[in-house]
Every structure is written in C-alpha cells, then in structure tokens.
C-alpha cells in the first residue's frame, strides 16, 4: 500500500500563491505518476495536474500558466506551485497516485487539503 499526506493549504486572497505538497510513504517503488485533483462544493473531482516518474507533465486548462507541478523522486514528494490564484480555484485539492503492484494498477489518495482563495 501507498500512503499519501498533503499540506500547504490555507487560505489566500486572490493573486497570491500557496504551495502544495504531497509526502508519499510504503510501496513507493511501485508509484508511477503522481497527481492533484480538486472538489469545489457540489462539484466532481477534476485533475489539475499530473507527473510521471520521468517528468512528463499534464495539466488541465484552467491552470495551464499558473500551476506548476513537480516532483522529488528522492523524497516521494510532488509539489503543486499555484500563482495568480482566482476564487474560482477554491477547493479541497487531494494528491493521487498510481502504480503496479504484482501486476495489478492501483490508485491511491491522500485526505485533501482546503483552498480558499478570497475575492
């Protein structure tokens, strides 16, 4: 199993930046990309942005400028860099990740943390 543990969250009036990041512990070997999703209230889960183990990254439109993603292979740690943030990126985001383990794809993630961005 693969245990993820965000923080960085908080709240921050509009423009400002937070960091976001995501310790992960156990079967690390097994994790291939790595990821933030976020909930808005009454909303779905969306992806804001992903990483492989190599460094591709991925990133949905509404942050592609702003949000920048990145990852420390050595610590298990991925990071989300958010600047210039909007009170529409106000949201519990939650770390993912997946992997392998004995030939089954898993998906793992973390409890979330609270966005608030003031207007």
């Known amino acids: 199993q693969v245990q993820l543990v965000e923080s960085g969250g908080g709240l921050v009036q509009a423009g400002g930046s937070l960091r976001l990041s995501c310790a992960a512990s156990?079967?690390?070997?097994?994790?291939?990309?790595m990821g933030w999703y976020r909930q808005a209230p009454g909303k779905q889960r969306d992806l804001v942005a992903d990483?492989?183990?190599?460094?591709?990254?991925n990133y949905a439109d509404s942050v592609k400028g702003r949000f920048t993603i990145s990852r420390d292979n050595a610590k298990n740690t991925v990071y989300l860099q958010m600047n210039s943030l909007k009170p529409e990126d106000t949201a519990v985001y939650y770390c993912?990740?997946?992997?392998?383990?004995?030939?089954?794809?898993?998906?793992?993630w973390g409890k979330g943390t609270l966005v608030t961005v003031s207007s």
């Open positions: 993912n990740a997946n992997g392998v383990i004995s030939g089954y794809a898993r998906t793992y």
């Open positions: 156990g079967l690390v070997f097994s994790i291939n990309s």
């Open positions: 990483i492989t183990s190599g460094g591709s990254t």
